[in-house]
């Protein structure tokens, strides 16, 4: 019930395109829902985050999309760009704690 | 502002030796989270400390361990090395009443 599943596991996206990744999880008490990007040799770096009153949230060409009933939640990143290379995990957490459930991670890949 | 730092950046230990690696918080941030990441098991929460305290913790075995200090500079450590526990060590700091978690750039330990 602590799991988060993500997919893909990798996904190719031509530059301009839309890259959407989804996640979905079991666990009600989650209500707190970050994405994070990690490049290689780094840490991850967190893109944004929704908590499940809103069901969407946008910050540049980043956009959460969150679904209550179906407790699912997804990235959609918008004219993907070269830059946007990366693995990205989505997360979850669960009453104010700290602990963050990872997803598996998604290695995307925006061939120019 | 600085961001979380991690001492050191590569380890290499052989089996049943102890490992301790250190992490610095941003400024102002009281809870630090230590998290392993390995290709096959992602992303997994060890442990959180906030104000010198244990406040979660993970399903590891007692070989890892942790603390925290007055400055919330943390340690984690982990004795009895084995192979599995190779792995990237990260560490997130966040400010007392916020979910948001900054990772540090990690420590790759390499037990040989």
């Known amino acids: 019930q602590q799991q988060v599943k993500q997919s893909p596991q990798s996904l190719i996206v031509q530059k301009g395109g839309i890259s959407i990744i989804n996640c979905a999880y079991e666990?009600?008490?989650?209500?707190?829902f970050p994405w994070y990007q990690q490049f290689p040799g780094k840490g991850p770096a967190l893109l944004i985050a929704?908590?499940?009153?809103?069901s969407e949230k946008k910050e540049g060409r980043f956009t959460i999309s969150f679904n209550k009933s179906a407790k699912q939640f997804s990235l959609h990143i918008m004219d993907s760009q070269p830059g946007d290379s990366a693995t990205y995990f989505c997360a979850a957490s669960a009453g104010g704690a700290q602990k963050l459930v990872f997803g598996q991670g998604t290695r995307l890949t925006i061939n120019p | 502002k600085a961001g979380v730092t991690q001492t050191p950046r590569y380890l290499i230990k052989t089996r049943g030796q102890q490992v301790t690696l250190s992490c610095s918080p941003i400024?102002?941030?009281?809870?630090v989270s230590w998290y392993q990441q390995t290709p096959g098991q992602g992303l997994q929460f060890l442990f959180e400390?906030?104000?010198?305290?244990?406040?979660n913790k993970g399903n590891f075995p007692g070989r890892f361990s942790g603390r925290q200090f007055s400055n919330s500079r943390s340690e984690m450590n982990v004795s009895t090395l084995e192979l599995g526990d190779s792995a990237l060590y990260l560490c997130?700091?966040?400010?007392?009443?916020?979910?948001?978690?900054?990772f540090g750039p990690g420590t790759r330990l390499t037990v040989l």
């Open positions: 929704i908590r499940p009153d809103v």
């Open positions: 666990n009600t008490a989650f209500d707190y």
């Open positions: 997130a700091s966040s400010l007392e009443v916020s979910r948001e978690q900054f």
């Open positions: 400390y906030f104000s010198e305290t244990q406040r």
């Open positions: 400024s102002g941030h009281r809870s």
